[in-house]
């Protein structure tokens, strides 16, 4: 018989994919021995069959009554009992965090009678009906599907007439009339009451969990953060603890390292006489953790030790959740907490260092993603003048966006292109999808643990919480600073998140430390210094190759500065735009052999110099030059445009340029309905006499100049868009002729290795035929994955991909990610065929899947040597080669 619930004191986190993070190591801390409240967990399993019938898995209930039984044995009452009332809270708890996306209910059990019994044996009134209100509203809003913001509206409404500046100051009889203001507005809302029975609110509260993971902003977080939507979530059923017992209990949230710097000691927020709830929704603004040790000493001190342990325990940052109920301690929950890049890396090599993980977990740690963030400019703080605002720095980074005032607008206005603030007096979890949207939140209250932090800190967005300097008045659409400066919608901000500073207008930017580094090789940030080590280890260890894109010396040296180990792809089309197009224009326009070699040999000394000086730039490192692949009419003029000329000039009765009927003429002959798969590439090469010739031969001379000037030249000859090995064989005998016509002319030896782009289906799966003519494959996966897929990509992202993201169809787009299951199969079969007929056959990957850190463990996996990707994120792919080892050797080790 399966079984779907388990006492704390059963699980582990072992268990974690059966009962979530939250129940996993809720168990875990039993099992330490530390603080925490006794309870039980009902399984993801149970959830998953929930969802798929719509009801209850058989004996669920059965077991729910005899754990709920077991604990009202240990508490010595039962749930909701008149005189002395058990009180239960119940929260979701994935395997993976998703913070404020699913559902809590606190306070089951209490009701009209059991409140009153609540009053008399905690001798404190207003705790017992503060208590009710929040059952009522949590319950109202989460089971009985309640707008939230009629509750609001009614709390809001009373603290005005009572002119009380928060909760806090209501008292009572206040929260009295609140319960039964609420009551009425489920009533009037749903037309049923709410319900008296603890049992059917324990019942109901866990369905409701178990629903709010297919809710839509646990969907959208999931898609954001590529957690997969079949794992459900698991409910923990735990005794409450009170913090809003009076002013000796309260809630907080801890961290046993800074979460945005990654510094060692305790950081945090508390709120006397208040639930775990206010804190995170930042309703009250907290105080800094390091204030309870004056409010509370021993607690702290207890908070302290048990922080110390978990950390040594878990070998990591822990965030950790604690209620303090008249002078004891409770500790609600602990996971292992979300960072910031900067945290990440500096909490790995500090972890290292103290010899509590080894330098391959340390790197397991971090990721390319974050590395990438670490890149990003900041605010040249020299040149932004004086701040509008400062908050807390809660997610580090330098963002601009003008000002929006609620979610919707937030992602309308990014929908159409637009860079923008969030900015809300404090967000819960509604507010994701603007938060998904904009480049930055800004919050009027709140900490670091407030859900606009945790929330901005996972998804890698800048966040500044609690800036008391602004008055929000997300009606209006506008915020006041204190010194009476109004700022409008629209109007546009810098938010720096790693100072906590908010200036008006675009503020300068400047390269970040890990930017100069990288550039000059030179650090003096304890974080820097932590991703030099990083990319060091992982440049041991990696076994894939990073080379760049790179089509100009100067991204050349630059890649080559920035670790690349060479170059995978040059463009070589792009050495005919500017100036050169006019010789372009000559060779399609030549009407004899004559005119089209004379256009090409101007073109010639042109490549050739070209290719001198990016095989100077990577001297000694291969460099592997792509021949012509665009079809030739993207180097003409646009046809409407030719057409409008020649009409305006026929219109005022004067003669067209001659050049320009020529031009025309030529886009009309070229024309092509679907240019993506017409005449390019290796059929360029085939049909157009010379045009190989003279780019193997600027190649071919280019290197015997580098070879007489002492360099050591390693050009590597690619062509593009080969789907039969025909193609190859008559190109490559075009190739060696050409090498040899140099070779005798200079009397110095060339050879250039001739390899092909697998771009297309045919050619994947005809690998074996084609290595017989190629010395290596390059996947030019962007190409491939248009013609697996059938995507034209310049118009399926802007057309319906949003719609196929929404819906599933896939969870990301395969133009960012390679699609392992179709391309990747393909990729697979190419590498296995083409190396069972050529064993030495190299084999990289120039897309932009190249750079990608998913994408890069997969091409590990396949058996690639190498990925090549823009100079910009040769770090980035350098961090996951090496992570991608790890992650081989680790499979390995399980085995």
């Excluded at 582990?12 to 939250?22: P, S, T």
């Amino acid at each position: 018989m399966v079984r779907y619930v388990y006492d704390f004191q059963d699980g582990g986190r072992d268990l974690v994919g059966l009962l979530g993070g939250k129940g996993a190591n809720l168990a875990e801390m039993t099992r330490l021995g530390l603080p925490v409240p006794p309870g039980f967990i009902v399984t993801t399993e149970a959830c998953r069959a929930f969802l798929a019938t719509g009801e209850e898995p058989e004996g669920m209930r059965q077991e729910v009554g005899l754990h709920l039984s077991a604990l009202e044995t240990t508490a010595g009452r039962s749930l909701g009992q008149a005189d002395d009332p058990l009180l239960v809270s119940v929260r979701s708890g994935a395997r993976f965090s998703m913070p404020g996306m699913m559902e809590t209910v606190l306070d089951i059990g209490l009701n009209d009678v059991s409140v009153l019994g609540l009053v008399k044996v905690s001798g404190n009134e207003r705790f017992a009906w503060d208590s009710y209100r929040r059952l009522v509203q949590m319950y109202g809003s989460t089971v009985m599907g309640v707008d939230p913001v009629f509750f609001d509206e009614a709390m809001t409404l009373l603290k005005e007439a009572r002119g009380a500046p928060d909760d806090l100051h209501l008292d009572a009889a206040d929260l009295a009339w609140l319960v039964e203001t609420y009551k009425r507005l489920i009533r009037d809302e749903t037309g049923r009451d709410f319900p008296q029975s603890p049992a059917h609110q324990l019942q109901q509260a866990i369905l409701a969990v178990f629903r709010s993971w297919n809710g839509e902003r646990a969907r959208l977080y999931r898609r954001r953060e590529h957690i997969p939507d079949d794992l459900g979530t698991a409910v923990t059923v735990q005794r409450m603890v009170f913090g809003n017992f009076g002013p000796d209990s309260g809630s907080g949230v801890a961290f046993t390292r800074d979460p945005a710097t990654g510094r060692p000691g305790l950081y945090g927020d508390y709120l006397p006489n208040a639930q775990g709830e206010d804190v995170v929704s930042g309703v009250r603004d907290a105080v800094p953790i390091a204030e309870l040790e004056r409010l509370d000493p021993s607690s702290y001190r207890r908070l302290r030790d048990h922080a110390q342990a978990l950390e040594r325990h878990y070998r990591d940052l822990c965030d950790i959740e604690f209620t303090i109920e008249r002078g004891v301690l409770w500790m609600l929950q602990t996971r292992v907490g979300k960072r910031t890049a900067e945290a990440a890396f500096a909490i790995a090599a500090e972890l290292a260092e103290e010899g509590l993980i080894t330098t391959d977990e340390a790197l397991e740690r971090v990721g390319g993603d974050g590395l990438a963030r670490l890149m990003f400019p900041r605010f040249d703080i020299a040149a932004t003048g004086d701040a509008l605002a400062h908050g807390v720095p809660a997610s580090p980074g330098a963002a601009v966006g003008a000002a929006v005032f609620d979610s919707a607008e937030a992602v309308r206005r990014a929908a159409a292109g637009e860079q923008v603030v969030l900015v809300r007096e404090e967000t819960n979890p509604e507010d994701l999808p603007g938060m998904v949207a904009a480049q930055a939140v800004l919050t009027g209250r709140g900490g670091k643990t407030s859900h606009a932090a945790v929330v901005a800190r996972g998804m890698g967005k800048v966040c500044v919480c609690g800036a008391r300097d602004i008055a929000v008045n997300s009606e209006a659409r506008r915020f006041t600073t204190r010194d009476g400066t109004v700022v409008e919608e629209g109007t546009v901000l810098s938010v720096d998140g790693s100072t906590g500073d908010v200036y008006a207008g675009a503020a300068p930017l400047v390269p970040s430390a890990t930017m100069r580094y990288l550039e000059t090789g030179e650090h003096t940030d304890t974080t820097v210094a932590a991703v030099a080590r990083a990319l060091e280890h992982a440049d041991g260890i990696g076994r894939l190759e990073v080379r760049a894109n790179a089509d100009t010396p100067e991204d050349a040296a630059r890649a080559r500065r920035f670790g690349a180990q060479g170059i995978g792809l040059c463009r070589t089309e792009h050495m005919f735009l500017g100036e050169r197009r006019k010789l372009v224009e000559d060779m399609i326009l030549a009407r004899t052999d004559a005119e089209r070699d004379r256009a090409l040999a101007a073109l010639l000394p042109l490549q050739r110099q070209d290719f001198a000086a990016i095989l100077e730039a990577m001297d000694g490192l291969p460099v592997t030059i792509r021949l012509l692949d665009p079809p030739l009419h993207e180097f003409l003029p646009d046809r409407t445009d030719l057409a409008v000329r020649i009409a305006v000039a026929k219109a005022g009765g004067k003669q067209p340029d001659t050049h320009d009927v020529e031009l025309l003429d030529a886009v009309n002959r070229m024309h092509e309905e679907n240019p993506m798969l017409g005449l390019r590439g290796v059929r360029l090469g085939l049909v157009v006499p010379g045009l190989v010739a003279m780019q193997v031969r600027a190649i071919a001379e280019a290197v015997v100049e580098r070879t007489r000037a002492g360099g050591s030249p390693r050009a590597e000859i690619m062509v593009p868009l080969v789907g039969a090995v025909e193609e190859l064989q008559l190109t490559r005998e075009d190739v060696r002729r050409v090498m040899a016509e140099v070779t005798e002319e200079t009397g110095t030896p060339v050879g250039c290795p001739v390899g092909t782009m697998i771009e297309l289906p045919r050619a994947a799966l005809t690998a074996g035929r084609i290595a017989e003519e190629a010395e290596f494959f390059s996947f030019g996966t962007n190409d491939l994955t248009q013609t697996v897929w059938g995507f034209s990509r310049d118009d399926v992202e802007a057309a319906f991909f949003s719609a196929y993201l929404d819906k599933g169809v896939f969870a990301i787009s395969p133009f960012e990610t390679l699609d392992r299951e179709g391309v990747g199969r393909l990729v697979r079969i190419a590498v296995e065929e083409g190396r069972a007929t050529r064993p030495d056959l190299k084999i990289g990957v120039c897309g932009e899947h190249g750079g990608d850190p998913e994408s890069i463990h997969f091409f590990h996996t396949a058996g690639l040597d190498y990925v090549s990707c823009s100079p910009f994120r040769v770090p980035v792919a350098r961090l996951e080669a090496g992570r991608a080892a790890l992650n081989i050797a680790r499979s390995s080790d399980s085995r």
